[in-house]
């Protein structure tokens, strides 16, 4: 049987598990803290990020896009990756994590800011980037058309993160369509069943 570690509240780990339940994939969950990394994990893949699969024949995928489309060439009974929108990932993957992070945990990233205080020249930076997401909501229900794909699913896990750092901000912000695409994907059963409570895994026990 595959194994996948896996941290819940964590948006890569987030659109794996989705991948991994609409292609139907059997595995068995273990439910990690960063923490405190098992052993185990670490031993199958060294860089200690989630998501980690061990697939049944033993090879390894860890990297959350790669586990995606691996589930997803097994079957796509959605037609995810008739969207699938490379550059459009990679652009939230890289640069709108990248200010994300710094406005949500400013006092990682620079010395003299209290702990809990947000950065407003990231969360500008950030919202240039959601601007352009909400323009092609306007025009389209998802992100690369009329129908969901699996670009929708791997950037809306990132969009909740950003969504509640500053709640009231982000209500009355000029993204609305993004907002109720957001809350489509919160919404959905698929997103609830993939948010289940596991107890942690404990190594060897
Ligand atoms: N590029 C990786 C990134 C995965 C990643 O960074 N996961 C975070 C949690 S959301 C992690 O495991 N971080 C390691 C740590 O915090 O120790 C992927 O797409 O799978």
């Given at each position: 049987m595959a194994i996948l570690y896996s941290f819940r509240r964590c948006p890569y780990a987030m659109r794996a598990r989705m991948a991994l339940h609409v292609s139907e994939i059997a595995y068995e969950h273990r439910?990690?803290?960063?923490?405190?990394?098992?052993?185990?994990?670490?031993?199958?893949?060294?860089?200690?990020?989630v998501p980690v699969f061990i697939k049944d024949?033993?090879?390894?995928?860890?990297?959350?896009?790669?586990?995606?489309?691996?589930?997803?060439?097994?079957?796509?009974?959605?037609?995810?990756?008739?969207?699938?929108?490379?550059?459009?990932?990679?652009?939230?993957?890289?640069?709108?994590?990248?200010?994300?992070?710094r406005y949500k945990y400013a006092s990682r990233y620079q010395?003299?800011?209290?702990?809990?205080?947000?950065?407003?020249?990231?969360?500008?930076?950030?919202?240039?980037?959601?601007l352009e997401l909400n323009q092609r909501l306007e025009e389209n229900s998802f992100l690369t058309?009329?129908?969901q794909s699996f670009t929708d699913i791997a950037i809306f896990p990132f969009i909740r993160q950003f969504a509640a750092v500053e709640p009231d901000w982000w209500s009355s912000a000029p993204l609305s369509a993004l907002r109720e695409w957001l809350s489509r994907h919160l919404d959905s059963e698929l997103f609830k069943?993939?948010?289940?409570?596991?107890p942690l895994w404990v190594e060897g026990a």
């Open positions: 439910e990690i803290i960063l923490r405190d990394k098992p052993a185990s994990m670490l031993k199958a893949s060294p860089k200690g990020t024949d033993g090879k390894v995928i860890d990297e959350s896009l790669d586990l995606a489309l691996w589930a997803l060439n097994q079957s796509d009974p959605l037609g995810w990756l008739d969207g699938y929108n490379a550059e459009l990932i990679e652009q939230h993957d890289g640069p709108f994590k990248h200010h994300l992070d010395d003299d800011v209290p702990r809990g205080a947000v950065d407003l020249n990231y969360r500008a930076q950030a919202e240039a980037i959601l058309g009329p129908q069943s993939v948010m289940t409570k596991y």
